[in-house]
């Protein structure tokens, strides 16, 4: 059986933005529930992107230039925020809901919707080998979610432009409604991502944020799973600004003198009076709560109701 010669039908190489973990020309997903932070999240990685930082003890590629496509919100109230206050204000964007030429009701072809996509990242003018964010992607997918075929032909058109253009994108999809019981939930975080499993199938890196709850944790998990390496998972947390930070835990030493602010006695105390205590030490807000969840998961404390604690009594 003869092999087809397909040489002359290959792009250009450009450096993988992320190596081993986003490939050049590639689609990857970042999910998670809604209002969950992945703006928030994806921010914070496109300045680390600029300015050339490790990802997570991964060395990224020197990026030509990065572009954002918002798809959902305006740009003030929306991602602009979380680019401002990771020090990006500067990115190139397009933002659809700011664009007061475009007609959304074009958006009601569906089929046409990887040409609204095309249209809009060629707005950003990117050179070969930049990361394109689009937020979110699930839009341009062909209409339904649901739909394998639809799904999977969308992918097929986005990856065909980003050939062309020698594009990568890094775009946000959105999670499932989780049930209350966690027994009747996926077992893997990604297969949590809304819509056909043709969204694995026909895109590259999955990954994932989970909220505390989700994964019964006092961190958030951020995981991502790469199909020519390892699934890696990271505990993160939220600064006062919101911003993700690696997740710090909740060490001996605070353990110490959080409890030391409960009366020895097991009588009462409000959390706001617990957090004048703490400012004075100086603890942080986010590691007194912190702090607070692990004392009461080795059940030192005890919650009587809503904002109010005690310390257990050892007879």
């Known amino acids: 059986m003869s092999r087809t010669d397909t040489t002359g039908c290959q792009p250009p190489v450009v450096s993988d933005p992320l190596p081993n973990v986003i490939p050049s020309c590639s689609i990857c997903i970042l999910a998670g529930a809604p209002n969950i932070g992945k703006t928030a999240l994806l921010a914070s990685l496109a ?21 954002v496509i918002a798809a959902d919100r305006n740009w003030a109230r929306g991602a602009g925020v979380w680019f401002e206050r990771v020090g990006y204000a500067d990115v190139h964007y397009y933002s659809m809901a ?37 937020d979110p992607i699930s839009l341009f997918l062909g209409g339904n979610l649901l739909d394998y075929d639809g799904c999977a032909v969308a992918c097929h058109e986005i990856r065909a432009m980003l050939r062309q ?7 946000t999809a959105h999670a499932a409604k989780l049930k209350a019981d966690k027994r009747d939930r996926y077992l893997r975080l990604q297969d949590q991502i809304l819509g ?24 958030y998990a951020f995981l991502w799973h ?61 590691t007194l709560q912190r702090t607070l969840e692990k004392l009461l998961e080795d059940g030192r404390i005890t919650k009587i109701r809503h904002g109010v604690y005690c310390r257990n009594i050892i007879h």
């Open 226 to 286: 790469p199909h020519g390496a390892p699934i890696e998972t990271f505990s993160l947390e939220r600064d006062e600004q919101g911003l993700f930070l690696p997740w710090s835990g909740a060490d001996r030493g605070n353990q110490a003198r959080v409890l030391a602010l409960l009366p020895e006695n097991g009588s009462e105390i409000t959390f706001g009076a617990l957090r004048e205590l703490a400012d004075a030490i100086p603890l942080s807000l986010s």
């Open 165 to 171: 253009r020698l594009l990568t994108i890094l775009a």
């Open 98 to 134: 700011d664009d007061l030429g475009f007609d959304p009701r074009s958006l009601r072809r569906k089929f046409e919707r990887t040409q609204r996509l095309l249209e809009f990242t060629d707005r950003l003018a990117l050179p070969p080998g930049s990361l394109l964010i689009v």
């Open 47 to 67: 300045r680390d992107f600029r300015d050339n930082r490790p990802i997570f003890g991964h060395q990224p590629n020197q990026l030509p230039a990065l572009g």
């Open 196 to 219: 056909s499993t043709a969204i694995f199938g026909f895109s590259d890196t999955q990954m994932y944020l989970a909220a505390p709850e989700e994964v019964g944790k006092s961190y």
